[in-house]
């Protein structure tokens, strides 16, 4: 990938991590460039633990 194309992607990466407890975040792969980022964030509830 270009330099400047990591440029855009960086930032969206950071956030994600910066607000992620539980989780993963998942980069999506299309001819060989990041086309999409999910983030699927998991909430550990207090009352289900014994």
Do not use: C, Y
Not at 12 to 17: P, S, T
Not at 36 to 41: L, P, S, T, Y
């Amino acid at each position: 990938m270009k330099a400047e194309e990591w440029e855009e992607i960086i930032p969206h990466l950071e956030q994600m991590l910066a607000t992620l407890k539980f989780g993963s975040i998942t980069l999506i792969v299309q001819d060989g460039k990041i086309i999409q980022i999910e983030k699927n964030e998991k909430v550990r509830l207090q009352q289900n633990k014994r």
